[in-house]
């Protein structure tokens, strides 16, 4: 089977996370996927293979060599975003694309087009894998496994290529934020990983955002608005009054880089109660506090204002920037560096404005920056993964395999 082949067979699994269930994984369609990939590995004659009852699989491919070499570990994720249905995908290869418009769907008018997507005349002559423009494509992060199982059976293929014990990893939930939450990284047993879940070719992170996540409650007093002159406490306009206090240029709409920001996500309003839901963000830790602490300070003013309990606030850290845990590593960062050159594409160094698994397992002691996968556009109908962007992220993995063999 080709990684393309590989590929397209993973996407036509339904595994989009659901993150009101409560449960891990959040759906039983993961496990379906888990379940094949479990059959496939054996079928492929990796051992060590173990597949828990929270949907959490590992396997090992063995050392070929006998010197002591560093056990590595390659991680992908198999969910889908609840952003977008990822049932009956139907994707399509656009071969040697020629910097046109896609038609992707044409009863609908969805095209894929350079005007909206520019990004698209960076994969000119390239081969296209794109949707039918009712669902998402999946790239996120099928291409991430398809890559890793297709690198490990090119390594069997090639024994003269020298490399240590490495172990895979395929978990649930990552896009609900909790694909780390129940990863055994004793078990899983290795010194330092990569997650294959970046975007463009080159895209090589090792920070992330600081994060957290806020439920603003309002209170209101509901009375019959013919009587209610100096009475009528409306919420609703409450939870407005303090969507307005906060900077309306601190948005992700306004930001890039390594500025944070403000994203509301969710509101929900009767007049006697309202409840805004907002994701905080920044790569800094102390500006990270600092939008903590301003929150409270409005919720706090709010407060002073209408009387002590009408506002009241739900504060909790998702994750934290890996930064602080690479830093003390960096070879592993050099590594990669290495192993992109090497394969003739160029590092392209940058932080994520959002985060991985590899950032809530680099703080369980598992060092683990992220590598591109190589789709584009991910969450919607206008994903595409560029087959030579897996390709190269193939390559990649049996790079760094060789690299750190060779040190």
């Not at 969910?79 to 009956?88: A, I, L, N, R």
């Not at 890793?148 to 059976?153: D, E, G, L, R």
Request: glycine letters at 8%.
């Amino acid at each position: 089977m080709t990684l393309v082949d590989r590929f397209l067979k993973y996407v036509s699994f339904d595994t989009q996370s659901d993150e009101s269930t409560g449960l891990t994984p959040s759906t039983p369609k993961q496990m379906v996927f888990a379940e094949y990939l479990k059959a496939e590995l054996e079928s492929l004659g990796l051992e060590d293979i173990t597949l828990d009852g929270h949907g959490y699989l590992f396997a090992t491919l063995p050392a070929n060599i006998d010197k002591e070499v560093p056990t590595i570990g390659f991680i992908a994720h198999m969910d889908t975003s609840p952003d977008m249905s990822g049932k009956d995908v139907t994707p399509r290869i656009v071969e040697k694309y020629d910097g046109s418009d896609i038609v992707l769907c044409a009863e609908e008018n969805v095209i894929l087009s350079p005007a909206q997507f520019p990004e698209l005349l960076d994969h000119k002559g390239e081969d296209l894998i794109v949707t039918n423009g009712k669902t998402l494509l999946g790239a996120d992060d099928k291409a991430g496994i398809a890559e890793i199982v297709s690198a490990m059976v090119y390594l069997k293929e090639h024994p003269e290529i020298k490399h240590g014990k490495i172990r895979i990893g395929f978990n649930p939930d990552e896009e609900i934020g909790e694909g780390a939450h129940k990863f055994d990284v004793e078990k899983f047993g290795c010194e330092w990983g990569y997650t294959m879940d970046g975007g463009e070719v080159g895209e090589l992170e090792f920070e992330n955002f600081n994060a957290a996540a806020a439920k603003v409650i309002f209170k209101g007093r509901n009375v019959h608005p013919g009587y209610a002159k100096d009475k009528m406490i409306n919420s609703i306009y409450l939870a407005n009054q303090f969507i307005n206090l906060l900077p309306a240029q601190e948005r992700p709409e306004h930001t890039t880089g390594y500025e944070g920001f403000y994203h509301l996500i969710g509101i929900q309003g009767e007049v006697e109660q309202s409840t805004v839901s907002y994701i905080i963000r920044d790569h800094d830790r102390a500006k990270f506090e600092d939008r903590k602490k301003e929150m409270e300070r409005l919720v706090a003013q709010m407060n002073e204002e209408y009387g002590e309990g009408t506002v009241t606030l739900e504060l909790r850290d998702q994750y934290y920037n890996m930064r602080e845990k690479i830093e003390p590593v960096m070879h592993i960062i050099d590594t990669a560096f290495a192993a992109m050159e090497a394969v003739g594409v160029k590092p392209n160094v940058k932080p994520i404005r959002g985060g991985t698994d590899g950032a809530q397992l680099s703080f369980k002691g598992l060092p683990c920056p992220n590598i591109f996968a190589g789709g584009l556009n991910f969450h919607g109908r206008y994903e595409f993964v560029p087959v030579q962007n897996m390709e190269k992220a193939m390559k990649v993995i049996v790079k760094i395999a060789e690299l750190v063999a060779s040190k």
